[in-house]
């Protein structure tokens, strides 16, 4: 058990085992090399999946790209609210810089925030812009006062209206769904 330990902590870079015995390392120096060691690999695994990112979103657009009829957008309509939330969700996997969100009406459901809430901190997580706008009336309830709340902490911009003309979603200028669940792609 001492001899896993002490490997343990030579991985670690705090001591080193010779044939002398033991000697003591500057913690700074070993785990500063242990952290670097770290980053390396986490920033290696970061190229890699930002690659994949690109790579499926080249294989999505391919497999869904349809031709415009007569110049205009196309136009894809997505019926039913697990169909909406699936392709929401596909939308938000593909986002690299912003989102912006109009939602009218007053408190969501906590089915829709429970939806709504991974896709949020992914986004988060990957240091997209997030800017929401919401009647002012969803503050009337505790459950989404405290989820906007905890939004706006993570560097989220929410903003409040009177009333709202309809939802919309708009994921890096190139995907926008309103709230007749149809979706323009470019």
Excluded at 162 to 183: C, H, K, N, T, V
């Amino acid at each position: 058990m001492i001899h896993r330990a002490n490997r343990g902590l030579a991985e670690f870079g705090v001591i080193r085992i010779t044939s002398a015995g033991l000697s003591v390392l500057d913690p700074k120096v070993g785990l500063g090399q242990l952290i670097e060691q770290t980053e390396d690999e986490l920033m290696a695994r970061y190229r890699l999946l930002s690659g994949l990112r690109a790579e499926v979103a080249v294989l999505q657009a391919g497999f869904l790209r349809t031709p415009a009829v007569n110049g205009e957008p196309e136009i894809e309509r997505v019926e039913g609210v697990k169909a909406v939330r699936e392709r929401i969700a596909e939308l938000s996997f593909f986002v690299r810089d912003y989102v912006c969100a109009i939602h009218p009406g007053g408190p969501q459901s906590l089915e829709s925030l429970e939806a709504s809430r991974p896709l949020d901190m992914r986004a988060i997580r990957r240091r997209v812009r997030m800017r929401l706008i919401h009647e002012a009336r969803v503050l009337d309830d505790e459950i989404n006062r405290s989820y906007l709340r905890e939004l706006v902490t993570l560097g989220v911009g929410v903003r409040l209206i009177d009333q709202a003309s309809g939802r919309m979603l708009i994921f890096d200028g190139q995907a926008a769904g309103s709230r007749r669940r149809s979706l323009r792609r470019p």
